[in-house]
């Protein structure tokens, strides 16, 4: 048998499930044209990837966001998320490609409800009522990476929920910090996506995603990508 996914998310009511990582009450709460509350995809997080990895520890996590950025550029370019983000969200959630749902499912991002290639149930620990407790949901399948990756872009693009991270797309840090509390409850979640962004230089994604001219030299003196190295002065 194999490990399930576990979920950092308030549990939903009965009958419904929840934005990713948003707790009931705020999603309950949410001024959406006065309609009931949609039946939306909610999060899970697999605990498989290592606390604090050193930069560059192994040619596998670094064939992991390989295979990863392609897709995480192409949804910056189509959606604006950055690819920075993207990337930091995928190793965060799949534990960098080895949960169930990612190796099986292509769902790197713990996503719930039916994707392109149907569902798979999984057992889940949702925080309900000041506990955790096991459930079972459906979470999304899809039929490759790629899939995964453009789901989860237009998902954070296109639901009212990530309208402020959205409007920080071109700070990929206070992106990060805004899905805090409502892609995932827990209160470091911002902060453990930018240690990824750091640790491992993928701001350097976000640069790649930009046009030609956004990504000539800045003259001396003015602002950098975050995590990009400067040249040196000839």
């Known amino acids: 048998s194999t490990s399930a996914p576990v979920a950092l998310t308030a549990s939903a009511a009965t009958g419904a499930m929840a934005i990713p990582g948003l707790?009931?009450?705020?999603?309950?709460?949410h001024p959406a044209e006065g309609a009931p509350a949609p039946v939306t995809a909610a999060y899970g997080k697999h605990h498989a990837s290592p606390p604090t990895p050193p930069v560059y520890d192994s040619s596998a996590q670094q064939a992991f966001i390989?295979?990863?950025a392609p897709g995480a550029v192409a949804a910056q370019h189509r959606y604006g998320v950055p690819a920075s983000v993207t990337i930091a969200q995928a190793i965060d959630e799949s534990g960098w490609g080895a949960s169930v749902l990612a190796a099986r499912d292509h769902n790197l991002f713990g996503i719930k409800g039916s994707g392109p290639a149907g569902s798979d149930p999984q057992p889940t620990l949702e925080?309900?009522?000041g506990q955790w407790v096991t459930l079972t949901a459906p979470f999304r399948v899809y039929h490759n990476v790629a899939e995964s990756i453009e789901d989860h872009g237009s998902l954070l693009a296109n639901s009212g929920y990530y309208s402020t991270a959205m409007a920080d797309r071109h700070e990929p840090?206070?992106?990060?910090q805004a899905l805090t509390g409502v892609y995932a409850t827990d209160p470091d979640y911002g902060a453990k996506l930018i240690g990824l962004m750091r640790r491992y230089a993928l701001y350097r994604f976000d640069r790649a995603a930009q046009p030609a001219a956004a990504r000539r030299a800045p003259a001396p003196g003015s602002a950098t990508i975050p995590g990009m190295v400067r040249p040196a002065p000839a």
């Open 23 to 29: 707790p009931m009450a705020v999603h309950a709460r």
């Open 127 to 129: 925080y309900e009522n």
């Open 173 to 176: 840090n206070a992106f990060a």
């Open 66 to 68: 390989s295979q990863v």
